[in-house]
Each structure stands twice: as C-alpha cells, then as structure tokens.
C-alpha cells in the first residue's frame, strides 16, 4: 500500500513537530527507491512546511504568525452566533486557520536512492496552531 495516515498527539496551542524521520520510514517500508512523498495534513488548523527545526527560528515563526493573524482580533469566523449549526464546544480559532492558509498544509518532497532529498537543515515539520489536539498526516508515494 502506498498511502497511510499518521496520528500525532499534540501538546500545546502552537508546536512544530518534525516527521522527517516518520517520512522515510514511510518510504523504506514501501521499497521506495526514486520518487516523490506527498505529506498533506488532514486538518485546516495545522500546516506541513519544510524548514529547520531550530529552537530561536521556532519562537520566531510563532511571534511573526501572531502578529499577522493575532487570535485576539475579532474575526468574523470567531462571531459564532453568526455561524449556523455550531457545536458548544466550537472554539474560536479564526487565527488559526488564517496561520494555516499563510504556511500551507501539503508538501511534496523528491526521494532519490531511497532517501528524501532534503538540504542540510531541512526537515518535514508539522505545525500545530489549535492545540493541543490529535492531528492527522498523510503520506502518499509517489513512485518515479
């Protein structure tokens, strides 16, 4: 089989998780020797980016996402009376599907001899903006 879901677990409001090693597991499972891996997350309040998964580049990712979409502003999306249908427990996230749309939520990565072809600081990051919560990632190959 060539797809398969990842579950994660995450901890808090905003997290960046890297999978990279999960992706190339993903990969050798499958005898998967020149390519692509497509990563897509499931949910429209995370993103999957490639970067570098450095502790100050993290903090700095975080700040600039909420100067751009604050979750304190009054978004129309937040205003649930507005929204027909909504669960009591709906949170009010606007901020972060907007942080979502800003980064993205798919990235195809090329395999060659059976590894990603990542640059040297590179990693495939999944990022949290609603946490904590259970996410999950798909992986699809995609064979050269």
């Not at 990842?6 to 990279?20: A, G, N, R, S, Y």
């Not at 580049?57 to 205003?79: Q, T």
């Not at 901020?95 to 640059?119: D, E, F, R, S």
Request: with cysteine; aromatic share 4%; charged share 20%.
């Amino acid at each position: 089989m060539s797809f398969e879901r990842v579950e994660l677990t995450t901890q808090h409001p905003f997290q960046c998780i890297p999978i990279t090693e999960t992706v190339q597991t993903f990969i050798a499972e499958r005898g998967g020797q020149n390519g692509a891996v497509l990563i897509s997350g499931q949910h429209t309040t995370t993103a999957v980016i490639i970067n570098e998964m450095e502790t100050r580049l993290i903090r700095d990712l975080e700040a600039w996402l909420s100067e751009v979409a604050p979750a304190d502003r009054a978004w129309k999306h937040n205003d649930l009376d507005l929204r027909p249908n909504i669960p009591a427990d709906e949170p009010r996230n606007a901020h972060a599907h907007l942080q979502a749309l800003l980064l993205g939520n798919q990235v195809t990565v090329a395999v060659q001899a059976g590894a990603l072809v990542l640059g040297q600081y590179q990693d495939v990051i999944v990022v949290e903006l609603d946490g904590p919560r259970q996410r999950k990632v798909a992986l699809q190959w995609l064979p050269g």
